[in-house]
């Protein structure tokens, strides 16, 4: 799959925090910013990257409804027309999904990220992005099919901390060990646990017996879990830009087509 739209801005909206990615002919990522949205002035800096991005069109993926409106408008004030996907437009995959509505963006754009990098040797793809909850979403011939939420690693360490007399915070610095030697060093073995554990459970639940079948790997936790992932998997942290671009392009194309009728 070539990703052939010369500069589209790409922009994803997750609670806490707003990255943007611009990517340049190809599949290569030509600039990226993060920073927190809790600051007054994350629109402002949304749109001076809009300015220098040299950008006309852009494409969201946002998990916070109440800021995507913001972030449009911000763009429409630089210039830049917005594209924000959901599951009530028209994608380049079926999805066999209850409320598709209501089905996180982020997912969406990771299952067809997935599939149109790497289908092509496969029919079953699970889909693991370990993020502020970690989704881990079945792929199989073309078609989404669902799949599980858990909390993520950050989520359940809070968790703990918050609903407990004695537990502590585990400090970032703190690495896993098995067995665990002192309570944060538990707390941070245990949430790792159970993240690679429901990986495994969900591979046996869905996969079975595919010998073809591919773990895809990705989101801000996800190199923390690849240490620990035993089955074979790839590790893509562009996957997310990867399938906005291509609903990018899809749309575009609808666009064409319907203009020729």
């Known amino acids: 799959y070539r990703l052939y739209f010369p500069s589209p801005l790409y922009s994803h909206l997750y609670p806490g925090l707003c990255m943007v990615e611009v990517l340049r002919q190809g599949d290569e990522l030509g600039a990226e910013w993060s920073f927190a949205k809790g600051k007054p002035d994350w629109i402002q800096r949304l749109g001076d990257i809009a300015e220098r991005s040299n950008s006309s069109q852009a494409i969201i ?71 502020t909850a970690i989704t881990i979403d079945l792929v199989r011939q073309g078609t989404f099919l669902g799949g599980a939420i858990i909390p993520g690693l950050d ?74 992932m035993k089955d074979e998997f790839i590790l893509d942290n562009l996957l997310l830009v990867k399938g906005a671009i291509a609903i990018f392009d899809y749309c575009r194309m609808e666009k064409k087509n319907a203009e020729k009728i």
Do not use: H
């Open 61 to 131: 993926v946002s998990v916070v409804p109440n800021l995507t409106e913001m972030a449009v408008m911000t763009l429409e004030q630089s210039g830049v027309n917005s594209t924000v996907v959901s599951g009530d437009m028209d994608l380049p995959m079926k999805f066999d999904y209850g409320a598709l509505g209501k089905l996180g963006a982020d997912r969406i754009a990771d299952a067809i990220g997935a599939w149109q990098f790497y289908g092509e040797d496969t029919d079953s793809l699970l889909v693991v992005d370990a993020g």
């Open 155 to 228: 989520m359940m360490k809070n968790a703990l901390y918050s609903n407990t007399a004695q537990l502590t915070l585990p400090d970032n610095k703190i690495t896993a060990q098995f067995p665990g030697k002192g309570t944060e060093q538990c707390i941070v073995a245990g949430s790792i646990s159970a993240a690679v554990g429901a990986i495994r459970f969900l591979w046996n639940k869905f996969i079975q017996k595919d010998e073809y079948a591919r773990i895809i790997l990705t989101g801000g936790d996800s190199k923390i879990l690849a240490k620990f």
